[in-house]
């Protein structure tokens, strides 16, 4: 990660391509190099470096035929992943959203609300989830959703059945204002893959476990 870069001007010039391509948008070494002030080949270590780490990625640009650029370039950009380095106001908010809706409408109305929200994506995650028979594949089609919303998950297989993996908590600080929001989850996951499994939450990212993990298995 960014922050393990031991020598300090390797830390500064990678932070300085960060910032870059997030004020200019996506752009080629040579450009970056330009703007920064250092050599091509050392912005290109750097991308590479960043890209290993998820933070950017590339796509090629062709070049007008004909000239002395022919061959396609590189054009970097950032990756969701590197909004980590830049403010955010969103748990903050989230937060006090919370229990703004707590002080209005009392635990009970916060339930009622939350009841919507996972009826919602029931519907939603059925829908995306489509006519996948198999657990295997609706497990899969499941991690692929909350993944595009930013849990990291994955499916594992274990002895009699299946682990859902979620290795990040985007709403981590909004869940541990409203515990409500992680029970609900429990039962979205449930509702979505059918009364024939069984889900259960055996790590729990609130509880100080480094992930949330939910065994799925068949009824008997």
């Known amino acids: 990660m960014l922050d393990k870069v031991t020598k300090p001007g390797e830390k500064r010039s990678r ?4 910032d870059s391509l997030k004020v200019d948008g996506p752009q080629d070494a040579a ?3 330009e703007r920064l002030g250092i050599s091509a080949m050392a912005v290109r270590q750097h991308l590479y470096d960043l890209e290993a780490e998820g933070l950017v990625n590339h796509e090629a640009e062709a070049r007008p ?15 969701a992943a590197a909004d ?6 969103h748990a903050e908010f989230s937060v006090g959203l919370i229990n703004s809706m707590k002080e209005v409408f009392g635990a ?8 919507v929200r996972a009826r919602d994506q029931v519907a939603a995650y059925k829908a995306r989830m489509g006519a996948r028979r198999s657990l295997p594949a609706q497990l899969r089609a499941l991690a692929e959703i909350r993944t595009e919303e930013g849990y990291m998950a994955e499916v594992e297989n274990v002895a009699g059945g ?3 993996v979620e290795n990040h908590c985007p709403v981590c ?13 429990l039962e ?7 009364s024939e499994v069984e889900v259960k939450r055996i790590d729990h990212i609130l509880a100080g476990a480094r992930r949330c993990a939910y065994l799925v298995t068949r009824k008997r």
């Open 15 to 18: 932070r300085a391509i960060i």
């Open 31 to 33: 450009r970056l190099a």
């Open 65 to 79: 035929p004909g000239t002395a650029r022919g061959r396609p370039a590189k054009l970097w950009a950032l990756t």
């Open 84 to 89: 980590r380095f830049f403010p955010d106001g």
């Open 108 to 115: 009970k109305g916060l339930d009622k609300l939350l009841a």
């Open 162 to 164: 299946y682990l859902l």
């Open 173 to 185: 600080s909004a869940a541990a204002a409203c515990t409500g929001l992680c029970n609900m989850e």
């Open 188 to 194: 979205v996951f449930q509702k979505s893959l059918g």
